[in-house]
Nanobody, 124 residues
């Protein structure tokens, strides 16, 4: 069992930055791929970024490439999402997710554990 708690969301102006954190409990964190997803009002949950168990492999959706950076600290059981040059279209609830396997995944059904989400609002 893995429990995930996100933090770091908030209100920021366009062009600003936020750093999301996801603290995980459970013995399997260091062997699990982790992902970030987001869901805007009236839209489906969409993939944002993923990182494999070691942090050596990362993946991003096209709309955030060059602006967002995913990282992890296995000693702290934490995964991060550094978000720079934020745009109003980045406004959404951001969710952290844990996969049972070690490799990056981009589909929601590939993740077994989810956090409660943290709101990110980018004003224009």
């Amino acid at each position: 069992q893995v429990q995930l708690v996100e933090s770091g969301g908030g209100l920021v102006q366009a062009g600003g930055s936020l750093r999301l954190s996801c603290a995980a409990s459970g013995r399997t964190f260091s062997s699990s791929a982790m992902g970030w997803f987001r869901q805007a009002p009236g839209k489906e949950r969409e993939f944002v970024s993923a990182i494999n168990w070691s942090g050596g492999n990362t993946y991003y959706t096209d709309s955030v490439k060059g602006r967002f950076t995913i990282s992890r600290d296995n000693a702290k059981n934490t995964v991060y999402l550094q978000m720079n040059t934020l745009k109003p279209e980045d406004t959404a609830v951001y969710y952290c997710a844990a996969d049972r396997g070690p490799d990056t995944a981009t589909m929601t059904y590939e993740y077994d554990y989810w956090g409660q989400g943290t709101q990110v609002t980018v004003s224009s």
